[in-house]
């Protein structure tokens, strides 16, 4: 059954790359809180690990792990977005644009999903 959820995020950013050098790519490590707006309450969290591209803005998480009803969440995200304009001093997007996130959770079976 569906379910709608609000998700809240936050994310860690390495900063070990070079973009003058053609090194575009960062590491991501994302926690993504999911809120259950009927009952008032956040069910569980998710962890991913993601590859972005700044200059391109693509990007794609795989889920490593999860808190509480996403106990044991394993899925793969797809995030498409849009760079905005380029920076002169550092060759990248001053913002990246969040258009559409899609892809697949699974969950171990529940023993109670009543909760």
């Not at 973009?19 to 998710?46: C, H, N, Q, S």
Request: with cysteine; net charge negative.
């Amino acid at each position: 059954d569906a379910i709608n959820m609000e998700i809240m995020s936050k994310s860690a950013w390495t900063t070990d790359f070079n973009p003058f050098y053609g090194d575009t790519l960062v590491t991501i490590i994302t926690e993504m809180a999911f809120w259950d707006p009927v009952k008032e309450r956040v069910i569980g969290k998710t962890y991913a690990i993601e590859t972005l591209n700044p200059v391109s803005a693509q990007e794609f998480s795989v889920i490593i792990g999860g808190s509480e009803k996403l106990s044991g969440a394993k899925g793969s995200i797809s995030i498409s977005s849009t760079p905005g304009p380029i920076t002169s001093d550092t060759a990248l997007p001053e913002y990246i644009e969040i258009n559409k996130i899609s892809g697949i959770i699974c969950l171990p079976q529940l023993a109670n999903h009543n909760n």
